[in-house]
């Protein structure tokens, strides 16, 4: 089953079942960046995969990208309201896959970046493979903090003892590194895709309403602190994304991309 783009582009998503699982592969455009066009791809397999009761749900990318995070090509040249708006839909669309009531896997076959690890971190486990690239929150490089979705998720997916770490030295992780770290949950020298699906049914096979229930008590507090600092701490990042330091590097890194 194939999903078109709203305005009837090539597809931002594809979604296959099998044994009640959804697998859902993100092919938004050019490394799989984060701007409207791929946060909308999101929600509406979440939607899809809700709709049609899927068991849980497997997320990955394509090629050599999970996602490289925001897109700093498209959104470098939103105006101030219009990129509130869009870190505010990013937030909600983190939260909503954090807190998705069926089990939810990343299958990590490439680059997670940045925004991109911060998708992949909101899943319940991630797998990825040995061969897959980079894995890392390289916010901090480009002179921005973190929103309160952002934050929490990592928080709650990073051992402790990396937290502080991985968001103060803003370091890209080769995916042993990135293991050893907490980052990913498995490491696979083979097809992160079928690795992930053996975890998601593995975690699927809990009674529905017993793993909705401690999922929501292993999160919920990290919901409720991400939603009390949603307007502050995304006033933050906006201000600092219109900083001209933050200015200078981003579009040091739109050049590198060709933007």
């Known amino acids: ?5 709203a305005t009837g582009e090539a597809a931002t998503y594809r979604l296959d079942w099998r044994d009640g699982l959804a697998l859902v592969r993100l092919t938004c455009g050019k490394a799989n960046a984060l701007n409207p066009r791929s946060l909308a791809a999101i929600e509406r397999a979440l939607d899809e995969a809700a709709s049609g009761g899927a068991r849980g749900l497997v997320l990955t990318g394509y090629e050599r990208f999970f996602s490289a995070g925001l897109d700093l090509v498209t959104l470098y040249g939103l105006e101030r309201d219009a990129m509130d708006g869009f870190m505010a839909w990013f937030d909600a669309v983190m939260l909503r896959v954090f ?3 069926r089990p939810v896997v990343a299958a990590v076959g490439g680059h997670a970046v940045a925004g991109g690890a ?5 899943c319940d486990a991630r797998v990825m493979s040995v061969g897959a690239g980079w894995f890392g929150l390289n916010e901090i490089r480009l002179g ?3 929103p309160a979705s952002a934050l929490e998720i990592v928080r709650h997916a990073v051992p ?3 937290v502080a770490q991985v968001l103060y030295e803003g370091e890209l992780h080769d995916p042993r590194e990135a293991l050893a770290r907490g980052l990913v949950t498995d490491l696979v020298d083979g097809d992160a895709v079928e690795a992930a699906r053996q975890t998601c049914a593995r975690l699927a096979a809990a009674p529905a309403g017993a793993f909705e229930a401690i999922k929501l008590a292993l999160k919920g507090s990290a919901v409720e602190r991400a939603r ?3 307007g502050p701490l995304r006033r933050a990042f906006v201000d600092a994304w219109y900083a001209p330091e ?3 590097r981003i579009d040091e890194a739109r050049a590198r ?3």
Do not use: K, S, Y
Request: proline share 7%; aromatic share 10%.
């Open 144 to 146: 921005v903090p973190f």
């Open 1 to 5: 089953m194939i999903a078109e783009g």
């Open 228 to 230: 009390v600092t949603l």
């Open 257 to 259: 991309l060709g933007g």
């Open 99 to 101: 807190a998705f009531p």
């Open 246 to 248: 933050a200015r200078r």
């Open 160 to 162: 402790a003892g990396w």
């Open 118 to 122: 911060v998708l992949a971190l909101a």
